[in-house]
């Protein structure tokens, strides 16, 4: 089984230009997440999906974040425009379903550097 | 004050030897937890998870509860060399509640 697929793997980008990571998720999961990991630190939830719909973005700073999960699959999350503590891991991980007892698994990871 | 806490290390400990990770948390809401295991430049994978207070056996692994003690902990039994990875704990007050994440133990065991 194909596990969650991202790109890119690594960015690097300049201050207040912008940014958009991809993520494929495990077929026929229903849930994905959006999550930042900053160096140091655990990752911390942007955004969940239920199929098309969003379920959380309480902590999605929506001023400059922005996502989308067109058709219920595939998923982008953009950033416009970067700021300097943007820099961190984006994890997109995907479940069949958002209980607790469905398990989360997530891809490699988007590397961010912001200069 | 974080709500879950932990040692962020590097724990390092020769192989064979016995493993004590922990973290603590504040919010007495909590009540499913849960341990994942990360190698560096991958994302998190699950190991085990609990709900409530109690012991979780699964293999070489250990996962132990104490609510009263807002403390939970993963032992892992004859470690080996490929068990260095950075382990974070994780947990939320409810079966659809966002996960809270610690920030992660880093553990080198040393052949």
């Known amino acids: 089984e194909a596990g969650v697929a991202q790109s890119p793997r690594y960015k690097i980008i300049e201050k207040r230009q912008s940014v958009a990571f991809w993520c494929n998720p495990i077929s026929g999961h229903a849930t994905l997440y959006w999550y930042q990991q900053i160096l140091g630190q655990g990752p911390k939830l942007l955004i969940q999906f239920q199929n098309n719909g969003v379920v959380d973005d309480s902590q999605l700073p929506k001023d400059r974040f922005s996502a989308e999960r067109l058709k219920g699959v595939d998923s982008t999350l953009k950033i416009q425009p970067a700021k300097l503590e943007d820099s961190a891991v984006y994890l997109c991980?995907?479940?069949?379903?958002?209980?607790?007892?469905?398990?989360?698994?997530f891809g490699p990871g988007t590397r961010l550097t912001v200069l | 004050q974080k709500e879950v806490e932990q040692d962020p290390g590097p724990l390092s400990v020769p192989e064979g030897a016995i493993v004590s990770l922990n973290c603590t948390y504040s919010?007495?809401?909590?009540?499913?937890f849960m341990w994942y295991r990360q190698y560096s430049r991958k994302g998190p994978e699950l190991l085990m998870y609990t709900y409530s207070s109690g012991n979780k056996e699964d293999g070489r692994f250990t996962a132990q509860v104490d609510k009263s003690s807002k403390y939970i902990s993963l032992f892992i039994r004859d470690s080996q060399p490929s068990d260095s990875a950075t382990y974070l704990c994780?947990?939320?007050?409810?079966?659809?509640?966002?996960?809270?994440w610690g920030a992660g133990t880093k553990l080198i065991i040393k052949p």
């Open positions: 994780a947990m939320s007050a409810g079966s659809n509640y966002q996960l809270i």
């Open positions: 919010n007495s809401a909590f009540q499913y």
């Open positions: 991980a995907s479940s069949f379903g958002g209980s607790f007892y469905n398990e989360q698994f």
